[in-house]
T-cell receptor
């Protein structure tokens, strides 16, 4: 089934550890995004990529890094996790990098707990 | 600054109609989106408005007034499966989405 796959679906992590959340899409979408979702807050953009080889910072990029080596993959790395990074992380993709309907297709989310 | 306001929670009865309001302030405007998110699941796209007026799609309709910075999502013939959070998001001049915190809709029998 076409779509976006995230891994892991859930993870408990000790503070200070490095963690990479994986995201793969098979829809050949140009744009990809990483959001975090916290109770009582709207989705907040961490990083985005309008096309393979380019990335940009979103609203809350500190403590996170991304890469976009190819169209399909967009991993998110926490270099040294802290408890405030406990959240649900959603990867999303869009066929157009801005413009058009901008409809986003979301992965199922990765629930991360940092202790 | 940029912000989106929508009610935190609403309750409605099965079979009834409910209107979820959203007001927005953004730097530029390139459209207003509504997404549905069931508990523990990913958001899914419902509607997109860029011109003033009402867009109807089955039991769901979405309205936009650009001059008022206002949108609403109208759900008719409510079903229990409509219990979910409804997220409003506005696209700014940089084509980035600004998200509201979501409205949790509770449907009672």
């Amino acid at each position: 089934i076409a779509g976006i796959t995230q891994a892991p679906t859930s993870q408990i992590l000790a503070a200070g550890r490095r963690m990479t959340l994986r995201c793969t899409q098979d829809m050949r979408h140009n744009a990809m995004y990483w959001y975090r979702q916290d109770l009582g807050l709207g989705l907040r953009l961490i990083h985005y990529s309008n096309t393979a080889g380019t990335t940009g910072k979103g609203e809350v990029p500190d403590g996170y890094s991304v890469s976009r080596a190819n169209t399909d993959d967009f991993p998110l790395t926490l270099a040294s996790a802290v408890p405030s990074q406990t959240s649900v992380y959603f990867c999303a993709s869009s066929p157009l990098a801005g413009g058009g309907t901008g409809e986003l297709f979301f992965g199922e989310g990765s629930r991360l707990t940092v202790l | 600054g940029q912000n989106i306001d929508q009610p935190t929670e609403m309750t409605a009865t099965e079979g009834a109609i409910v209107q979820i309001n959203c007001t927005y302030q953004t730097s530029g405007f390139n459209g207003l989106f509504w997404y549905q998110q069931h508990a523990g699941e990913a958001p899914t796209f419902l509607s997109y408005n860029v011109l003033d007026g009402l867009e109807e799609k089955g039991r769901f309709s979405s309205f936009l007034s650009r001059s008022k910075g206002y949108s609403y999502l109208l759900l008719k013939e409510l079903q229990m499966k409509d219990s979910a959070s409804y997220l409003c998001a506005a696209m700014d001049s940089n084509y980035q989405l600004i998200w509201g915190a979501g409205t949790k809709l509770i449907i009672k029998p």
